[in-house]
């Protein structure tokens, strides 16, 4: 019977496969930032149109690296687009909360005790849905790559503050 992790890989391979909303938009208009993971060498370009009254409209995803990277981009964006951005922040937070909680719980563990139920109160506000992003809570067995899981999320607060400012 094919585990919760069969699962999850299978998301990540999915999107990592399939990239959703990749490309690029004018900018200016749109917002670009940028994210680079030496660690892995991974690179994402974060492109945001934000309307005036502070929507996502439109984004699109650039760069290249390993599947975590690419995988946890395209799942960014397919669950921010169309989103407030206040609703956006609220997804970092839970995103990155779901990635240090499971980091700060590590210490000394086997990895069968990362249960999919840790942290699962703080993931799941009643307006956060997290959807795919579900699938990347693997990623903390190996912390070495929470960078790559974090780095388009770090470049999408980045363009958030500039879209803002
Ligand atoms: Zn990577």
Same mark, same amino acid.
């Given at each position: 019977?094919?585990?919760?992790?069969?699962?999850?890989?299978?998301?990540?391979?999915?999107?990592?496969?399939?990239?959703?909303?990749?490309?690029?938009?004018? $900018?200016?208009?749109?917002?670009?930032?940028?994210?680079?993971?030496?660690?892995?060498?991974?690179?994402?370009?974060?492109? *945001?149109?934000?309307?005036?009254?502070?929507?996502?409209?439109?984004?699109?995803?650039?760069?290249?690296?390993?599947?975590?990277?690419?995988?946890?981009?395209?799942?960014?964006?397919?669950?921010?687009?169309?989103? $407030?951005?206040?609703?956006?922040?609220? *997804?970092?937070?839970?995103?990155?909360?779901?990635?240090?909680?499971?980091?700060?719980?590590?210490?000394?563990?086997?990895?069968?005790?990362?249960?999919?139920?840790?942290?699962?109160?703080?993931?799941?506000?009643?307006?956060?849905?997290?959807?795919?992003?579900?699938?990347?809570?693997?990623?903390?067995?190996?912390?070495?790559?929470?960078?790559?899981?974090?780095?388009?999320?770090?470049?999408?607060?980045?363009?958030?503050?500039?879209?803002?400012?």
């Amino acid at each position: 019977m094919p585990g919760l992790e069969d699962l999850y890989r299978e998301i990540i391979l999915d999107h990592y496969r399939s990239p959703r909303n990749r490309g690029e938009l004018e $900018s200016p208009p749109a917002i670009r930032s940028d994210g680079f993971n030496p660690l892995c060498g991974d690179e994402i370009a974060v492109y *945001l149109d934000v309307s005036d009254d502070g929507v996502v409209s439109d984004v699109k995803i650039g760069g290249q690296g390993c599947s975590i990277s690419q995988a946890s981009a395209s799942m960014m964006s397919a669950a921010i687009k169309g989103k $407030s951005t206040a609703q956006a922040r609220k *997804l970092i937070r839970s995103f990155k909360e779901m990635m240090s909680i499971h980091e700060s719980g590590l210490g000394g563990q086997d990895l069968d005790s990362d249960a999919p139920s840790v942290g699962a109160d703080d993931a799941e506000d009643a307006d956060t849905d997290m959807g795919d992003l579900e699938a990347m809570r693997g990623v903390v067995k190996f912390p070495v790559r929470i960078k790559c899981a974090t780095l388009s999320w770090n470049a999408l607060a980045q363009g958030l503050d500039e879209a803002e400012a």
